[in-house]
C-alpha cells in the first residue's frame, strides 16, 4: 500500500504551474493542470536533462522548455516521435493539500 505524505497546499502552485520539491529520489516537479488535476514527474528530461518544471503545462501535458519535447503526465511517456520516458510518482489531492507518495520524501523535506 502507498503511504502518502502533505507536501502543501494546492494553491501554492498556479494552475498550469509546478512547483519543485526535492526527494530522496531527486527534484520532482509537481504539476497543477487548468482542471486542478496534480501530477509528479522527475524534474529532469530524458533528453538533456532540461527541467520539466519550467515547461508548459496544457491538458495532462508538459512541454520541455529547452527542445519542446512533449510528455504524458499520467504515464511519463514522450509523445509523437520522440522517444523516452520521465518517471512519474502517485499524487492524490484531499481537502486542497496535496500529498504525495511517501517513498520519495524519505529523507527530504520541500523546497
Ligand atoms: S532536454 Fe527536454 S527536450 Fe531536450
Redesign the pocket.
Known amino acids: 500500500m502507498t503511504i502518502f505524505v502533505d507536501i502543501g497546499s494546492l494553491e501554492d502552485i498556479p494552475p498550469q504551474g509546478a512547483r519543485v520539491v526535492k526527494t530522496a529520489q531527486g527534484c520532482v516537479a509537481v504539476f497543477r493542470t487548468a482542471d486542478d488535476q496534480v501530477f509528479a514527474l522527475e524534474d529532469r528530461?530524458p533528453?538533456?536533462?532540461?527541467p520539466l518544471s519550467e515547461g508548459i503545462v496544457h491538458g495532462d501535458r508538459v512541454t520541455?522548455p529547452?527542445?519542446?519535447?512533449v510528455f504524458d503526465m499520467n504515464s511519463g511517456q514522450a509523445q509523437g516521435s520522440d522517444e523516452g520516458m520521465v518517471r512519474t510518482y502517485a499524487t492524490r489531492v484531499r481537502n486542497g493539500r496535496i500529498l504525495i507518495d511517501a517513498t520519495l520524501i524519505r529523507t527530504s523535506r520541500a523546497a
Open positions: 528530461c533528453h538533456k536533462g532540461g520541455c529547452l527542445h519542446n519535447w
